[in-house]
């Protein structure tokens, strides 16, 4: 859900923002064309502090069927440029997922660090390290997997600029990225970026085999604190099952104050 980190939280490449720029001029190959992109996009979303963002998680089966999840998502901008940032799922209703919390702490090309919190009945819930072999996996029975959930920090990846091309009213630059990380579910993702706001509107993702196998789709963008774009909408389809998820946002708060301490293994247990 932590996408770019527009986004990034693959998700959170729309829950932690989206940004707007020039194509510089000394940008001439199509490497150098991505770079500038994907740079400027971080760039323009720096000092939102923090966020807390209330949301719907719908899966829909193949056979139409559909479950509605309740959720929270807070993120924290960590000024270091050397460390990504850090972010809360954390799950209200309904009672069978009600206390489950996923705690990351992104990272450049080590291994993200992602720990999930299950609540038990009766007795102390327990925490487990999420594998970086694993992150790769369905997060919750969703469509976004555990490396959706993280920021997508610019020095993750390698980028090539494709194209300009139409997107609905607008024009879209079409960016390639390249996983550089140790063990990400992702050959390549391919994003449309429109040229006014550098609002992403879609996104592409391979897997290891090559295939394109989901889809993310954004849109019913909102601007906050007159800089920082959000999209309400994020519809997740995989090509291959036929399954998808959406996640409707309610609300967005900037910096509420949060603070490292409450990005810690020790807060998951009580995190609302």
């Not at 090309?109 to 009945?121: G, K, M, R, V």
């Not at 999420?130 to 993280?150: A, L, N």
Request: contains cysteine.
């Amino acid at each position: 859900m932590y996408l770019p980190k527009a986004t990034a939280c693959l998700l959170l490449f729309s829950l932690v923002g989206s940004f707007g720029v020039s194509m510089p001029a000394s940008a001439e190959t199509a490497e150098e064309k991505g770079l500038a992109i994907a740079e400027e996009m971080d760039r323009r979303d720096l000092g939102f502090g923090d966020s807390v963002s209330e949301l719907e998680m719908i899966l829909t089966n193949r056979q139409g069927k559909t479950a509605t999840r309740y959720l929270k998502i807070k993120a924290l901008e960590v000024q270091d440029r050397e460390l990504g940032d850090k972010s809360l799922v954390i799950f209200d209703r309904p009672p069978d997922v009600k206390g489950t919390v996923l705690l990351t702490h992104s990272k450049i090309l080590e291994p993200d660090d992602q720990w999930i919190y299950f609540p038990a009945l009766g007795q102390k819930g327990r925490i487990k390290r999420i594998d970086s072999r694993s992150k790769s996996g369905p997060f919750m029975g969703s469509e976004f997997s555990y490396e959706d959930m993280s920021s997508r920090e610019v020095g993750k990846y390698n980028y090539k600029w494709l194209r300009d091309e139409a997107c609905g009213q607008m024009t879209c630059h079409v960016v390639e990225s390249y996983p550089l990380y140790e063990g990400s579910g992702y050959t390549k993702i391919i994003s449309w970026i429109d040229t006014g706001e550098y609002r992403v509107h879609k996104i592409e993702f391979f897997n290891r085999g090559g295939a394109h196998f989901k889809t993310l789709i954004l849109s019913n963008y909102q601007k906050y604190l007159d800089k920082f774009w959000r999209a309400h909408d994020l519809y997740m389809v995989n090509n291959l099952t036929g399954k998808n998820t959406r996640l409707l946002m309610s609300r967005f708060e900037f910096r509420q104050g949060l603070e490292d301490r409450d990005f810690t293994r020790s807060r998951m247990a009580t995190a609302k």
